[in-house]
């Protein structure tokens, strides 16, 4: 009978520091990118999905690091 103590578990599924930090900065190009595009979007664009030119500004006008 073999037992199997936590300390011999290992979880191969998480992410290493630099896999998590490259996928931190494609998170934050990202928003960059969809906020850029969003502020080149005509009016009836911006009609369709629901959204006015001032929620536009304020969501171009946050920083890429937030959500």
């Known amino acids: 009978m073999s037992l199997c103590l936590s300390e011999t578990l290992t979880n ?3 992410l ?3 896999a998590r ?3 931190r900065f494609h998170v934050w190009a990202d928003r960059w990118q969809q906020r850029h595009e969003l502020t080149h979007w005509s009016d009836r664009d911006l ?3 629901g ?3 001032s929620e536009v ?3 171009a006008e946050k920083p890429f ?3």
Do not use: K, P, T, Y
């Open 21 to 23: 930090l490259s996928h």
């Open 12 to 14: 191969n599924h998480e």
């Open 57 to 59: 500004v304020r969501e």
């Open 51 to 53: 959204l006015s030119w």
């Open 47 to 49: 009609h369709d999905v």
């Open 16 to 18: 290493g520091f630099l």
């Open 65 to 67: 690091w937030r959500a």
